[in-house]
Every structure is written in C-alpha cells, then in structure tokens.
C-alpha cells in the first residue's frame, strides 16, 4: 500500500491590474511593479511608489520603435513580437519569481503610455498571468 501525504499545498490566485505612473498610489495596489524601460516623463523619483522597475520585461528598443511609428497599424505585430520576446526570454519567470516571493496577492503594473488598451503592459499583464497560473499548480 502505498500513501501519499501532502502537508501543505498553497495554491494563489493574484489579481494583477494596470496603472498609468500619472495616476496616484493606493492602499489596494499592493506590489507595484515599474514596466517601463525609461523613466516617465515629469515625475521624480522620489515621487513615485513603486517596489520594482522591472526594466528587462520591457519591449526591446526595435518593437517600441515600430510600434510608435504607428501605434494603431503597428499593434498586431507588435503584439506578436512582443509576445515573442518575453516568451524568449528569462526575465518574464524571474518577475513571476519575484511577484510569488513578495506575499502580495496583487499586483500593478506602472506604464507611462497614454492609450490604456494598447500598450505594452496589457500583453504583458496576460502573459504574466498565464505563466503565475501555470506556476501555481
């Protein structure tokens, strides 16, 4: 016979959202990750909450140039780049590392780009989740 023990078992469900930099902290934020590789434009550093500038996440400097040529033509493909990026690439696990060690169960991510539905951090918000989720099990 043969007796398998599990002592303990966490499973965490995070809720990860988006914020502009522009937009104030607050209590319900919890972890709040920088996703932009450059600093946002008018703010101080020392004005700005956050617990991470997750700068290696970011599009390289080649996707952000062709998706601001024309962010509205260029978003397919630059979402299929960048998706290609991250998949590529060690830093999205290290972020997810970093997010399941903090003990938060929510996440922001900062991006300073204007167009709340096209913009790098919704593709990185769903990869992100995807890959927590499939950590999780």
């Not at 956050?50 to 040529?69: G, N």
Request: charged share 30%.
């Amino acid at each position: 016979m043969c007796v398998l023990q599990i002592k303990h078992l966490m499973i965490m469900k995070w809720t990860i959202k988006l914020k502009r930099v522009y937009e104030p902290a607050e209590a319900d934020d919890g972890l709040r990750i920088l996703v932009d590789r450059m600093w946002p434009r008018g703010i101080k550093k020392s004005d700005l909450r956050f617990d991470i500038w997750a700068k290696d996440v970011t599009p390289s400097s080649e996707a952000r140039q062709f998706f601001h040529a024309d962010p509205s033509g260029n978003w397919d493909r630059f979402s299929e780049m960048y998706r290609e990026e991250l998949r590529g690439s060690d830093a999205l696990r290290k972020l997810a590392d970093q997010i399941r060690g903090s003990g938060f169960s929510t996440v922001t991510l900062l991006y300073g780009f204007r167009n709340p539905v096209r913009n790098h951090a919704v593709i990185l918000k769903e990869e992100l989740s995807a890959l927590l989720q499939s950590l999780s099990f």
